[in-house]
Antibody
Framework: EVQLVESGGGLVQPGRSLRLSCTTSGFTFGDYTVSWFRQTPWKGLEWVGLIRSNTYGGTTEYAASVKGRFTVSRDDSKTIAYLQMNSLKTEDTAVYYC????????????WGQGTLVTVSS | DIQMTQSPSSVSASIGDRVTITCRARQGISGWLAWYQQKPGKAPILLIYTTSSLQSGVPSRFSGSGSGTDFTLTISSLQPEDFATYYCQQAYSFPLTFGGGTKVELK
């Protein structure tokens, strides 16, 4: 059974950092692109960034709103993906989802359960 | 960025009804469109990808169609478990973008 489990969410002050982890199982992690999304009631579903498999160079892409502040990485030996979030802003408050993404096109076939990140003083 | 516009934003329907949701892209996306279903407090579930391909395990009452900028999700006979919010997503170019969602409610 394919599983993705996010952890590391919580309350953080503006300007601080937080790292989310995505622990996976049930599939060959190294073969897949991992994407991060976030969701709020006021902005809906929003793509954050992704990291491709090493087959596709392990390259990354980011939304403009997080580029330069957030970093997606992966450890294929541990089958874990990470989202490092620096210089957090109140508008980064959201439920963050880790996902398995098809390589042929950036569609998500499996989602984690989500983790809430609240940026507030 | 490619803006995705869904309509209607909500629809009231009865069990057995045929429900159609539309999604319009601001520019052509060559069929790189997916549909997801989301229930409250849960992560989205992939229903349809590349416009009309049914994801494994998804009931055949769900279907997708369209091309260019205009796409449609159809539920042929609404079932109790289908009351949820539906989103379209384009994968033609980065940033990936979603429609605002369509909530299917019980009439």
């Amino acid at each position: 059974e394919v599983q993705l489990v996010e952890s590391g969410g919580g309350l953080v002050q503006p300007g601080r950092s937080l790292r989310l982890s995505c622990t996976t199982s049930g599939f060959t992690f190294g073969d897949y692109t991992v994407s991060w999304f976030r969701q709020t009631p006021w902005k809906g579903l929003e793509w954050v960034g992704l990291i491709r498999s090493n087959t596709y160079g392990g390259t990354t892409e980011y939304a403009a709103s997080v580029k330069g502040r957030f970093t997606v990485s992966r450890d294929d030996s541990k089958t874990i993906a990470y989202l490092q979030m620096n210089s957090l802003k109140t508008e980064d408050t959201a439920v963050y989802y880790c996902t398995r993404t098809l390589a042929v096109a950036s569609f998500v076939d499996y989602w984690g359960q989500g983790t809430l990140v609240t940026v507030s003083s | 960025d490619i803006q995705m516009t869904q309509s209607p934003s909500s629809v009231s329907a009865s069990i057995g009804d045929r429900v159609t949701i539309t999604c319009r892209a601001r520019q052509g996306i060559s069929g790189w469109l997916a549909w997801y279903q989301q229930k409250p407090g849960k992560a989205p579930i992939l229903l349809i990808y590349t416009t009309s391909s049914l994801q494994s395990g998804v009931p055949s009452r769900f279907s997708g169609s369209g091309s260019g900028t205009d796409f449609t999700l159809t539920i042929s006979s609404l079932q109790p478990e289908d009351f949820a919010t539906y989103y379209c997503q384009q994968a033609y170019s980065f940033p990936l973008t979603f429609g605002g969602g369509t909530k299917v409610e019980l009439k």
